[in-house]
Every structure is written in C-alpha cells, then in structure tokens.
C-alpha cells in the first residue's frame, strides 16, 4: 500500500480532495470483497491533478468508454503491487437523458484513506446495474442512517423512479 499512501500524500500536499470509491467503500464497510484496483475520485480540474501527479508515470484513458460514463477525465496509474490505480475527474453518469453527478463526498477515514458516501454509490452501482453491489450497500444504508439532504439531493435528479423509491426509504439522521 506504500505508492497509495504516496499519491494521497501527494494529492493531500496540493490541496486536492479525493474520495476512494468502488470496492475499497465496500471493503472500508466490512464486506468481503475482491480488490482488482482502487478508484479514487476528485472534482477538480485535470491539470491540478496532473501537476500534484508530476513525478508518477499517468496514463491518460478515453473516460467514455461505457455509454453510460460521463466522466471528464480518467487517468491510471499502478500500485506497488500492480494493481491499476484509477483516478476519474467528476464522476458522472448518463441515466437516460440525464447526467448525474456523483461528487467525491467524503464519508468516513479507513485505513487513513478518505472513503466516499455510501449513498452516492448505492445510486452509482445501481445506474450501472451493478445489483450485487448495490446491495451491499443497500444493507449498510438500511441499517445507519444517512445525510437527509443527499437524498433530497438524489431524488430531485433524474433517476430512475425505483431507485428514488429505495432512497426515500432510508433511514436518515435527521429522524434520530
């Protein structure tokens, strides 16, 4: 794990807020799940990512190529054990006509990484298809309540209606 506690530390150093997303949230909340890379997500501009980068070998990738990924930018970058890094710049996804912004929010430290909110994910793995995932973190969700103004956030969005449907029965923080 030492190049990734590099890059926070590089990204941290220019004043870059990521979030870590994907199977590393998963893994973060205590399900048992295979690691094949590690996503972290930033909203900010390519080129402050790419200057806090400067002394890493990037490669830059097509950020579109799944119809439904909307991304600004995608770039890569290996681990200390080969594993792909991915670092994608405003993470959006097309649900039909609609763009949805996925936002780096920050959830909670693991490991002294800053990992995403569940609740974003739970509405990207469903957008994807991803049903397992969603799951998961439909179970996690279900059972600790989560920040009410993400999910009015969610349910003004053009989403599908089943998932706005799932949202609103979460519980939330407010109600405690």
């Known amino acids: 794990m030492f190049s990734i506690s590099?890059?926070?530390?590089?990204?941290e150093y220019k004043g870059i807020t990521y979030t870590i997303g994907g199977s590393g949230l998963l893994k973060s909340?205590?399900?048992?799940?295979?690691?094949s890379d590690w996503d972290f997500f930033i909203d900010v501009e390519k080129t402050?990512?790419?200057?806090?980068?400067?002394?890493?070998?990037?490669?830059?990738?097509?950020?579109?190529?799944?119809s439904f990924f909307k991304s600004?930018?995608?770039?890569?970058?290996?681990?200390?054990?080969?594993?792909?890094?991915?670092?994608?710049?405003?993470?959006?996804?097309?649900?039909?006509?609609?763009?949805?912004p996925l936002?780096?929010?920050?959830?909670?430290?693991?490991?002294?990484?800053?990992?995403?909110?569940?609740?974003?994910?739970f509405i990207a793995y469903s957008l994807m298809g991803r049903k397992q995932k969603a799951d998961l973190l439909k179970q996690y969700l279900n059972v600790n309540p989560t920040d009410k103004e993400?999910?009015?956030?969610?349910?003004?969005?053009?989403?599908p209606k089943d998932i706005q449907e799932v949202l609103l029965q979460f519980p939330t923080k407010k109600q405690q």
């Open 150 to 159: 993400w999910i009015d956030y969610y349910v003004r969005q053009s989403i």
């Open 103 to 121: 936002p780096a929010v920050v959830h909670h430290r693991w490991e002294n990484m800053k990992i995403a909110h569940p609740l974003v994910w």
């Open 48 to 66: 402050e990512v790419l200057d806090a980068l400067k002394n890493w070998d990037i490669i830059e990738k097509p950020s579109d190529e799944h």
């Open 6 to 11: 590099k890059l926070i530390r590089d990204l």
């Open 72 to 100: 600004k930018y995608l770039l890569e970058l290996k681990n200390d054990e080969g594993k792909p890094i991915e670092i994608i710049g405003y993470f959006t996804i097309k649900a039909g006509d609609a763009l949805i």
């Open 29 to 35: 909340l205590g399900f048992p799940v295979q690691m």
